[in-house]
């Protein structure tokens, strides 16, 4: 009994150890250093890592799950890592601060606020519109998006508009600003590289 305790012990030690290996040092002490967790799309996105190589973050994400699972709560120094098929509607910075089902949650908002006002499939959002959400599995995490700005179809046949995503997780703030587009007569936007 004694024996598998202390090597389930070690196993949840060395995959600590690869996590911790696997992230950046702003993803392993920002929430112990006190750093700020507000992104927008102008500053460096923490949470993104984009100077890794796919590989690599989904072998962090599947490290650090096992190290959350080893070490029981840590404290929110783990992210989440973003559900690929909601890549087209939520950002990095926002995707890794929630867990799968609050970022199901937020890309239905980001569909809903980008709806025509008028229903119409050829229509365009208004600016002001928004729609809100609250996380369905923890109490501390809601968030809205919201149009800030609309264009018309420009000319490569694009109406693009810039959506503000913001999301309250612990009672800290995240904001994201993405640009997003479609190609009539797609009723659907999608986030712009």
């Keep these: 009994m004694l024996g598998g305790s202390l090597r389930s012990l070690g196993l949840g030690a060395v995959a600590l150890a690869l996590a911790g290996l696997a992230m950046p040092a702003q993803a392993q002490f920002g929430g112990l250093l006190g750093g700020s967790r507000n992104s927008s799309s102008n500053s460096d996105d923490k949470c993104a890592e984009t100077n890794r190589s796919a590989g690599s973050r989904i072998a962090g994400g599947i490290l650090g799950s096992l190290a959350s699972r080893a070490?029981?709560?840590a404290g929110g120094?783990?992210?989440?890592?973003?559900v690929a098929s909601?890549?087209?509607?939520l950002t990095h910075s926002i995707a890794c601060r929630l867990d799968p089902d609050e970022q199901q949650q937020a890309a239905d908002a980001t569909l809903e606020a980008t709806r025509?006002?008028?229903?119409?499939e050829d229509g365009?959002?208004?600016?002001?519109?928004?729609?809100?959400?609250t996380s369905n599995t923890r109490d501390d995490v809601s968030g809205t998006s919201t149009v800030v700005a609309s264009n018309d179809v420009d000319d490569d046949g694009?109406?693009?508009i810039m959506v503000s995503d913001v999301i309250i997780v612990k009672g800290e703030e995240t904001r994201a600003e993405k640009r997003m587009c479609r190609r009539p007569p797609a009723a659907r936007y999608?986030?712009?590289a």
């Excluded at 120094?77 to 973003?82: G, K």
């Excluded at 909601?86 to 509607?89: A, E, G, I, R, S």
């Excluded at 365009?124 to 959400?133: D, K, L, Y």
Aim: charged residues 10%.
């Design 124 to 133: 365009a959002p208004e600016v002001g519109q928004m729609a809100a959400w």
């Design 158 to 160: 694009l109406q693009c």
């Design 71 to 73: 070490a029981g709560s």
């Design 77 to 82: 120094l783990l992210t989440y890592v973003p």
């Design 116 to 120: 025509s006002a008028d229903g119409s």
């Design 190 to 192: 999608a986030i712009a």
């Design 86 to 89: 909601l890549t087209d509607q």
